[in-house]
């Protein structure tokens, strides 16, 4: 039931209240996703580091109307679409994670628009536009003053391959594990940014910058390894048995042309292998180090992003965040308020019965409280059917994992 009139028939409420709820009722949506971002952080084991892992995500919508609408980049299409896109963040540990926070971004045609913004009830404060990567490093500072205990910072290569986004992070106090993209321009030792000289008295003098060496894009520097410069790590549990991938670290630089600075980074490229034997490739920087920290702790926090693209599908699918029937700014804020409210619920029920049954996922939560709520089968009926669902996933598990370790040799 994601849908409002479905919910006040199935659940014998007025229509106009559970509207008006959503719509135009006053209680605070922030305070409500600061305190879910308060109980996710203080029901989260602490087994491993604790990740905020930033994301974007968007969902197809027609006309003109709903906040933030525009044509734009969706990822669920792959493509430019009339879409609204929000910038999302979750806390994850280890196999646990949770939503607990949210930012819609605003076209800049939005908020040049003081009429269509009026319409939408967007308050005066949030008129400015943002970046994508504004609004992520507002997620960021926002989630330490709101007390959330986090270790590092991790995301795709959009936010990776901005160098003042990771400068940023560091200077707030985190380590960052970025992914970025297979061109990303780095050196291998550290180059000096100079003036060149003037080669004749006409023309202009030279102003840019530049390096004294060249640098090497990281798909290029991928081409020189050995098989002796990579490491066999077995970082987490999957769904298809674990992942095993081919690690290399090396201490490189960058030339952030915004700040006209070199900063150093610890490339991490993982190799990973498909059942099918397609090999995958995924580059990162961290600001984190091998003195510090051990190859596997390092592997473990690359391998943490998977968590949020769960989480949102999770709550896309299983909780329909996307089924949005309204339109103006406070039903939006108040709908993710509500659907993060039901995402850290399951997370308590996930940890509540993991001894008992360590494969309940969402759809198995919200299947058995419909089940609770309506009761068309039996106890009984209802556990055997969530207990198959577990035992095939668990053979599917198994038999991948056999998989894997046959490849591995």
């Not at 305070?31 to 491993?48: G, I, M, N, W």
Request: charged letters at 30%; aromatic letters at 10%; glycine letters at 4%.
């Amino acid at each position: 039931m994601r849908n409002i009139e479905r919910i006040s028939e199935e659940l014998k409420v007025d229509y106009f209240q559970m509207q008006h709820f959503i719509t135009e009722s006053n209680w605070d949506a922030r305070q409500v996703t600061d305190k879910v971002a308060r109980t996710v952080s203080s029901v989260l084991p602490k087994r491993k580091m604790t990740a905020l892992i930033i994301d974007e995500s968007g969902w197809v919508k027609k006309g003109d109307k709903s906040v933030g609408v525009g044509p734009q980049y969706c990822g669920n299409v792959g493509k430019i679409a009339n879409s609204q896109v929000a910038v999302f963040a979750c806390l994850s540990n280890g196999d646990f994670a949770s939503m607990v926070d949210a930012r819609l971004y605003l076209p800049k045609d939005w908020c040049d628009n003081p009429r269509r913004c009026d319409e939408a009830g967007i308050p005066e404060e949030n008129r400015v536009f943002k970046t994508k990567l504004e609004l992520a490093e507002d997620i960021i500072r926002h989630q330490k003053g709101n007390g959330i205990s986090f270790d590092f910072v991790t995301a795709d290569g959009y936010y990776g391959n901005d160098a003042d986004l990771a400068r940023t992070i560091d200077n707030i106090g985190y380590l960052y594990m970025l992914d970025i993209h297979a061109d990303q321009e780095i050196y291998l030792e550290k180059p000096e940014l100079f003036l060149p000289e003037r080669k004749s008295p006409r023309g202009r003098e030279p102003k840019r910058l530049k390096a004294s060496i060249d640098a090497i894009n990281a798909n290029e520097y991928l081409k020189t390894l050995k098989s002796s410069d990579w490491q066999t790590l077995t970082v987490r549990n999957t769904t298809k048995g674990k992942l095993i991938g081919d690690y290399h670290f090396a201490d490189v630089f960058i030339w952030n042309k915004g700040s006209n600075q070199i900063e150093a980074r610890l490339l991490v490229i993982r190799k990973t292998k498909s059942v099918k034997s397609a090999v995958e490739i995924k580059y990162s920087f961290t600001n984190a180090n091998l003195e510090q920290y051990t190859m596997e702790g390092l592997a473990y926090m690359q391998a943490e992003r998977y968590f949020i693209e769960h989480c949102i599908k999770e709550s896309k699918h299983i909780l329909g965040i996307d089924q949005f029937q309204t339109r103006k700014w406070l039903a939006w804020q108040h709908q993710v308020a509500l659907n993060f409210l039901v995402s850290s619920f399951i997370l308590k029920e996930k940890l509540i019965c993991f001894d008992d049954a360590p494969l309940l996922s969402a759809r198995d939560i919200k299947e058995f409280i419909v089940f609770e709520l309506y009761k068309k089968m039996s106890k009984d009926q209802m556990i055997d059917r969530i207990f198959n669902r577990h035992l095939i996933r668990q053979r599917d598990i198994n038999k991948s994992f056999t998989k894997k370790s046959n490849l591995s040799k």
